[in-house]
Structure formats: structure tokens, C-alpha cells
């Protein structure tokens, strides 16, 4: 891996003032930076508005032509759920790409506030978007690509296993790729090959947390949708704001962690415990 020049904090304080550990780090940052943090969840929520939009027509226009059917059998549901997907798949992978490129400027501020770096709100975000801005958009892009092939399955259990194998196998190796840009400048199969030992290593913490942020939003945009588009709709963009980000930051926590157990301790000592008291 090439090491990467960051900026140093000049610190007005000790060090042995700083947190002993990551979870006391993260709760830390709430209490002490909390308008930032609430700042950047309406950012978050801001960049996840366009994939809603898209689902939100998807899921109208499925009710507009599902409404008109006269006692439909499962087989044609399907049908018409499959031309809905085709009909508004692209706008979902461009949508969920994007989120992924503009999140990468909100990510690397979290690594700023783990760090203990200091914050320079618009450099920060520029900064992320061009030095890990395209792994994440390589990551979102494949994972995005992927749903949407899923949903063209006229297969419901098919549908099922093929988004199983994609959550289960797939998304924690595009998360630990994505989130190594953050930290580190490395090829694309170093990166890869680190991701997936990564993903092996971290397995049930990452799945855990895939859940926690897919699984509130599956059950509104499947099933509060069929009672309220509108409901839904506004629900899911209230998670955005409340879930998405500081959910995030607890697992970019987690990360830095994994980081300086597996990498940092040997490769990058510097970054070491960056961000936490010294250990004696």
C-alpha cells in the first residue's frame, strides 16, 4: 500500500484527555459534536432523496397498473412488478451510484471526527469525493447493478436467493473495498484481495450491520408502501436522516478498529490508535 499524506491536528490539550477506546470515542463524538453529526445526516438524507424519488414512482406507477387488474394471480403481479423494475432500474442504479460518490465526502468527515482531526467542512467533503470518491461509485455501482438484475427475476424465490447471495456474499466485500480508499492508497486488487479477508474476519459485525440499515428500509418500501406510497415515502426519508449516518459512524468506529488490528499496528503505525489516548 502507498501511504498517503493527512493533515496533523496542532492539540490544545493532552492526549491522555482523548478516549481510551473506539465505543467511547463514538459516544464522545455525539455528546461533544452533535450539531455536526446532525448536519451531516441531513446531508445523507439529502443525497439518498433522488434513489426515494425513484422508488417512490416505481412503486405508483406499479399501483396505477396493478389497480386495474381484475382478481391477479401471483404470476401476474410478478409480471408487473419485473416491467416496473425494468422501467425504473436504471434510475435506481444511477440514484444509489450517486448516493455512493457524494457519501463518500460525508465518510471522510466521520474519519476527520475519529481521528481528531481537525474539520474543515467543505475541503473535507472534496477531499473524500476525490480520494475514495470512485472506489465508492465502483461499489455502489456493482452492488445497485446487481438489485436491479435481481428484480428483473419473474421468480419470487428465485428473486429471494439471488438477494440473499448478493447481502450475504457481495456487500461486505464492496463495504470493506469502499471504506480501505477512505484510509489508504492501494491498487484496485490489493484492495479487493483486503476487502474480501476483511469481510471473512469481520463477518457477523458486518452483516449485522448491513441489516440494521437494509432491513428498516425493505419493510417500509415493501410493506408500509402497500398501505401508504406517501407513508413510506416520508418514513424512508426520515430514517435517512436518523439511521443512515450515525449508524455509519459507529461502523466506520468499528472499522478504525479493524484497521489497526490488521494493517495499522504494522504498515501504518501512524495511524495507529489514531484519534485515542496512548496506550501506557
Known sequence: ??????????????????PASRLAQYFSIFKERFRMIAWLSFLTSLFFLPFLLVLFFKDFHLLAVTSNLENPDESTLQQARVYANLLYGGGEVLALTLFGFLFSGVIQIFRQLLWDEPIFLKEDFREGLKSSGLRFVASFLFIAFARFLTNLSLSPFLQILLSVI????????????????????????????????????????????????????????????????????GGMLLLSFVWIAPLSLAFLSFACAVFDRYINEDYYPEYYRKGLRPLR
Open 1 to 18: 500500500m502507498k501511504r498517503r499524506k493527512i493533515k496533523t491536528a496542532s492539540r490544545d490539550f493532552e492526549e491522555n484527555d482523548l
Open 166 to 233: 448478493l447481502i450475504a456474499f457481495f456487500a461486505p466485500i464492496a463495504l470493506w473495498f469502499s471504506l480501505q480508499s477512505v484510509y489508504y492508497r492501494s491498487s484496485f486488487m490489493d484492495t479487493l484481495k483486503n476487502a474480501m479477508k476483511l469481510s471473512i474476519r469481520t463477518y457477523p459485525f458486518t452483516l449485522l450491520f448491513m441489516g440494521l440499515i437494509i432491513a428498516p428500509l425493505w419493510a417500509m418500501e415493501t410493506y408500509l408502501s402497500k398501505i401508504s406510497l406517501f407513508g413510506a415515502f
